[in-house]
T-cell receptor, first 117, second 121 residues
């Protein structure tokens, strides 16, 4: 099945700096890659996603890039603000299950981003 | 409701006891997912419902875990003979349609509840 690795586990930046979080996936058949933000004690929320027919997607200060050949994708946050502090999870939609055809989301282990004022 | 609601928000139980965790999805969402999030880890898939039926339960760790969704709305995750290793945050999510990211439209976006923190002592 699909396996997603995420780095770094912790990232500290100064307000205004950029932050980059990287993920790799194992199954070349995966074709959908969302990113979730989870603030302390709150629910994960989708912030951006990308499909495999696109190499880059941007939404204001956040962007995601995808390299299908290398099987890695990255989240880029520019002009970071203290409210960006949270745990960020990448995910990949894995291959169809043999018996059901369902493609589940497989999550990375998360990156704790701390933005200092 | 406005979002996915999970109850209770916290549950402390003794080892060996039975627990039920409830999920109220967003009204009209046919797909419902249960995930488990251990400390310092990403959410781990447990089970997916499409309507009333469990379309994929391959993530349930063993037969002590069971989930139902009898009317295609509210779902209950049931854990028998709880063990300390079951301690985690149990997340529920729902989407209008099943299958993540299968459509160019946002109807497959999964919205998560705030989770139930289960502690087995």
């Amino acid at each position: 099945g699909e396996n997603v690795e995420q780095h770094p586990s912790t990232l500290s930046v100064q307000e205004g700096d950029s932050a980059v979080i990287k993920c790799t996936y194992s199954d070349s058949a995966s074709n959908y890659f969302p990113w979730y933000k989870q603030e302390l004690g709150k629910r994960p929320q989708l912030i951006i996603d990308i499909r495999s027919n696109v190499g880059e997607k941007k939404d204001q200060r956040i962007a995601v890039t995808l390299n299908k050949t290398a099987k890695h994708f990255s989240l880029h946050i520019t002009e970071t603000q203290p409210e960006d502090s949270a745990v960020y999870f990448c995910a990949a939609r894995g291959p169809p299950a043999e018996n059901t055809g369902f493609q589940k989301l497989v999550f990375g282990t998360g990156t704790r981003l701390l933005v200092s004022p | 409701g406005a979002g996915v609601s999970q109850t209770p928000s916290n549950k402390v139980t003794e080892k060996g006891k039975y627990v039920e965790l409830r999920c109220d999805p967003i009204s009209g969402h046919t797909a419902l997912y249960w995930y488990r999030q251990s400390l310092g880890q990403g959410p781990e898939f447990l089970i997916y419902f499409q309507g009333t039926g469990a379309a994929d339960d391959s993530g349930l760790p063993n037969d002590r875990f069971f989930a139902v969704r009898p009317e295609g709305s509210v779902s209950t995750l049931k854990i028998q003979r709880t063990e300390r290793g079951d301690s985690a945050v149990y997340l529920c999510a729902s989407s209008k349609r099943g299958g993540f990211g299968v459509s160019v439209y946002k109807d497959t976006e999964a919205f998560f509840g705030q989770g139930t923190r289960l502690t087995v002592v």
